[in-house]
C-alpha cells in the first residue's frame, strides 16, 4: 500500500530537549515536504526537499532542521525545542511539481 | 511569490444543498492549483487538481472545480451536499516551477441535517 508514516504520532516533551520527528514513504517520491498545521493559519510549510541531500527552507524554518541522506526518509529535528513549536506537524511526498501531495497521518507535539 | 485567500473560515450548508468553496490566488507564472480535504484527526487527502488543459476539474466525491484565470480563481462546488461532506477544506497552490506549496487557512464545511 501506498504511504507516507510518521512518528511518533502524539510526543509530549519539556522546552530544550531534543527530538526527532521521522517520516517515510514507500513511493519513490523525489520531493517531499514537512507542514506544520495551526488553527486559522491553515498549512504553512517548513522545509522541502526535491532529492537527496537537497533540501531547502519553507515559510517557517525557524527551530527545525531537516535532513534527506535517504531518497525515502526525511525526519524533522527540533534541537531545542520550545512551546511556541507545539503543533500538528505533517510530512507529505509527491513525485513532481503538477503531481499532488500524499501526506502522512500526523504527529501532534506538545512542547511545555 | 504565490499566496492563496479562502473567504470564509466557516460555511454551513443543509444536507442536499448546494455546496461553494472559495479560493483565489496569485501567482506570477502559471498555478497548479489544488484542493484537499482533512476528516477529523486525520491527513489530508487530494479531492481534484489542475494543472493545464480542461479549466473544468471533477473530483472525488461529486466535488469539482473551475479555473479562471481572469478572476485569479478556483472555487470548489458540490450540487448536493451530504452528512458525510463535514470536513476542513483546503486550497493549495504551487506556481510552475516553484517549489514551495502555499495552503490557504482553510475551510470548515458544516452540513445541517
Known amino acids: 500500500e501506498a504511504q507516507v508514516t510518521q512518528n511518533p504520532r502524539y510526543l509530549i516533551t519539556v522546552t530544550g530537549k531534543k527530538l526527532t520527528v521521522t517520516c517515510s514513504q514507500n513511493m519513490n517520491h523525489e520531493y517531499m515536504s514537512w507542514y506544520r498545521q495551526d488553527p486559522g493559519l491553515g498549512l504553512r510549510q517548513i522545509y522541502y526537499s526535491m532529492n537527496v541531500e537537497v533540501t531547502d527552507k519553507g515559510d517557517v524554518p525557524e527551530g527545525y532542521k531537516v535532513s534527506r541522506k535517504e531518497k525515502r526518509n526525511f525526519p524533522l529535528i527540533l534541537e531545542s525545542p520550545s512551546p511556541n513549536q507545539t503543533s500538528l506537524y505533517f510530512c507529505?511526498?509527491?513525485?513532481?511539481?503538477?503531481?499532488?501531495?500524499?501526506f502522512g497521518p500526523g504527529t501532534r507535539l506538545t512542547v511545555t | 511569490a504565490q499566496s492563496v485567500t479562502q473567504l470564509g473560515s466557516h460555511v454551513s450548508v443543509s444536507e442536499g444543498a448546494l455546496v461553494l468553496l472559495r479560493c483565489n490566488y496569485s501567482?506570477?507564472?502559471?498555478?497548479?492549483l489544488f484542493w484537499y480535504v482533512q476528516y477529523p484527526n486525520q491527513g489530508l487527502q487530494l479531492l481534484l487538481k489542475y494543472t493545464t488543459g480542461a479549466t473544468l476539474v471533477k473530483g472525488i466525491n461529486g466535488f469539482e472545480a473551475e479555473f479562471k484565470k481572469s478572476e485569479t480563481s478556483f472555487h470548489l462546488t458540490k450540487p448536493s451536499a451530504h452528512m458525510s461532506d463535514a470536513a476542513e477544506y483546503f486550497c493549495?497552490?504551487?506556481?510552475?516551477?516553484?517549489?514551495?506549496?502555499?495552503f490557504g487557512t482553510g475551510t470548515k464545511l458544516q452540513v445541517i441535517p
Open positions: 501567482s506570477s507564472v502559471p498555478p497548479y
Open positions: 507529505a511526498s509527491r513525485r513532481g511539481l503538477a503531481y499532488e501531495q500524499y
Open positions: 493549495a497552490v504551487n506556481s510552475g516551477g516553484y517549489q514551495k506549496v502555499t
